[in-house]
């Protein structure tokens, strides 16, 4: 089975993605992760201002099938959080690169989001 991995997209090995936008960064999970997760019916993600650092936890996903916890691929000050999932958040598994984005960060330093696995590196890794 092939999965969606954009190219303008950066990675984690635990399956979360960063989308840079001029000093900012766009985070998900991958289409992989929402593939494996099943239909996801909750998450649980920090509040606007929050700091979040490179590796550390963020959130919560839950799906029909798990709980997991979602880890941060960049640190920075939290800029927007997406809010259409709290309601719908079913949105991770139709749109993981879209409409299901979690949150935006200002980027603390940008050297993190070039350590990323690359689009390549990411699928590798997924066999």
Same mark, same amino acid.
């Given at each position: 089975? @092939?999965?969606?991995?954009?190219?303008?997209?950066? *990675?984690?090995? @635990?399956?979360?993605?960063? $989308?840079?936008?001029?000093?900012?960064? $766009?985070?998900?999970?991958?289409?992989?992760?929402?593939?494996? /997760? +099943?239909?996801?019916?909750?998450?649980?993600?920090?509040?606007? +201002?929050?700091?979040?650092?490179?590796?550390?936890?963020?959130? #919560?996903?839950? &799906?029909?099938?798990? #709980? @997991?916890?979602? *880890?941060?691929? #960049? &640190?920075?000050?939290?800029?927007?959080?997406?809010?259409?999932?709290?309601?719908?958040?079913?949105? #991770?598994?139709?749109?993981?690169? !879209?409409? !299901?984005?979690?949150?935006?960060?200002?980027?603390?330093?940008? @050297?993190?989001?070039?350590? /990323?696995? &690359?689009?390549?590196? *990411?699928?590798?890794?997924?066999?």
């Amino acid at each position: 089975m @092939s999965f969606e991995v954009p190219e303008d997209c950066r *990675y984690l090995e @635990s399956h979360e993605w960063a $989308r840079r936008e001029d000093g900012t960064a $766009r985070i998900g999970i991958t289409d992989f992760a929402q593939d494996e /997760l +099943g239909d996801v019916v909750f998450v649980e993600l920090p509040e606007v +201002g929050d700091a979040i650092d490179k590796d550390a936890e963020f959130g #919560v996903i839950e &799906s029909i099938k798990a #709980v @997991s916890d979602l *880890y941060a691929p #960049v &640190s920075g000050e939290v800029t927007a959080v997406n809010e259409d999932l709290f309601d719908a958040p079913e949105l #991770v598994n139709e749109a993981p690169f !879209g409409d !299901g984005w979690m949150l935006e960060v200002d980027l603390a330093d940008e @050297s993190e989001y070039e350590a /990323l696995l &690359s689009p390549d590196e *990411y699928e590798a890794q997924l066999g």
